[in-house]
Structures are given as C-alpha cells and as structure tokens.
Nanobody, 127 residues
Framework: QVQLVESGGGSVQAGGSLRLSCVAS????????MGWFRQTPGQEREGVAA????????FTANSVKDRFTISQDSAKNTVYLQINSLQSDDTAMYYC????????????????????WGQGTQVTVSS
C-alpha cells in the first residue's frame, strides 16, 4: 500500500516561491519513481517533474525547467518540488504520484506511468 500526502500549497503573488512536499507511506510495496503533476479545471494532468528514487536522477518539463526543482529526502520518505518565480499560469492543483516498478513505462512525466496519487495541494498565483 502506498499513501501520498502533499502539502505546501497556498496563495502567493507572482514572483514568489513555494516548496511543495509529498510524504510517502509505503507498506508492503515498492516504488521507483516519484512525480509531480499539475492540473487545472478542464485540462489534462501535466507532468512537471519526476525523480528516480534509487539513483536520484531527475526529469523536469522543458516549460518549467528554469523554475522548478524536484528533490528528495529518502530518510523522511519525502519528495519536494521547489517552485521559483511563480507565474499566474502556475495556478493549478499539484499532485504527487508514485510508480510501481512492475508497471508499464510511458515516460517519467506521463500520468499513466504512475499508480498511486495524493489528494493534491492547490497553488494559486495572483498578479
């Protein structure tokens, strides 16, 4: 069983920063990738960053790579998403996800690669 709990979202002004956290509780299961995704109403879920939990290799969407940074603290079973220079189009619900190693692989930033999802944390950016 894998449970993911996100936190750190909020309302910020454009230009500000946020650090989102995702705490993973894993029992009787394993995961090999963790990802951050975002979604706005009526839009598809978009992958913004992912990390291979074993090697620490990171993947970041080109659209946000200069501003978003994913990292992990393995001792705390926590993955972070640092977002700098927030823009109004960063407004979205941000979700954390975890992948089962035996699942189908569609790429690190593709939602169908992941099997476990948190409830999300809202980020709202005002200009």
């Amino acid at each position: 069983q894998v449970q993911l709990v996100e936190s750190g979202g909020g309302s910020v002004q454009a230009g500000g920063s946020l650090r989102l956290s995702c705490v993973a509780s894993v029992s009787g299961a394993t995961t090999d990738y963790m990802g951050w995704f975002r979604q706005t109403p009526g839009q598809e879920r978009e992958g913004v960053a992912a990390i291979a939990t074993g090697s620490g290799t990171t993947f970041t969407a080109n659209s946000v790579k200069d501003r978003f940074t994913i990292s992990q603290d393995s001792a705390k079973n926590t993955v972070y998403l640092q977002i700098n220079s927030l823009q109004s189009d960063d407004t979205a619900m941000y979700y954390c996800a975890a992948r089962d190693p035996l699942g189908l692989w569609n790429g690190p930033l593709v939602p169908s690669t992941y099997h476990h999802w948190g409830q999300g944390t809202q980020v709202t950016v005002s200009s």
